[in-house]
């Protein structure tokens, strides 16, 4: 079983970074993370400072045990989807779509709500 410096060691990895992106992520310093990662013993506000920069799932961290990273829940999903419609081209058809409903009002909303019902009633 792993222990939870090299679960840390595992995430920094698995996330892609540096350790010194990581390590300024949560306000701290490249060599503190290092050893960390050889020898050290986070801190209870460390472990809850990665758990929530990051998505981590706490018992997988302290415990090695589940999965490394929280499902995202609806909210989380269509923040991420937003922020990818932003770096989209406004040629793009996401961006264009986005853009035609951001100026529906309220009557076209529900003409488009009927239209969706009608399509998956069709499916099933």
């Not at 937003?82 to 309220?106: G, Q």
């Amino acid at each position: 079983m792993s222990t939870i410096n090299e679960r840390i060691g595992e995430l920094v990895d698995s996330l892609g970074m540096t350790k010194t992106a990581f390590a300024d992520s949560l306000k701290v310093s490249q060599q503190y993370i290092s050893k960390l990662i050889k020898t050290g013993n986070p801190s209870e506000l460390l472990v809850d400072d990665i758990c929530e920069k990051f998505n981590v799932c706490e018992d997988w961290l302290r415990n090695g045990e589940g999965e490394m990273f929280k499902k995202p829940n609806r909210q989380q999903e269509i923040a991420s989807m937003t922020a990818m419609l932003f770096k989209e081209e406004e040629t793009s058809f996401k961006y264009r779509l986005i853009a035609a409903l951001s100026k529906m009002d309220e009557d076209e909303w529900k003409i488009l709500e009927r239209l969706a019902k009608d399509i998956t009633e069709k499916k099933d």
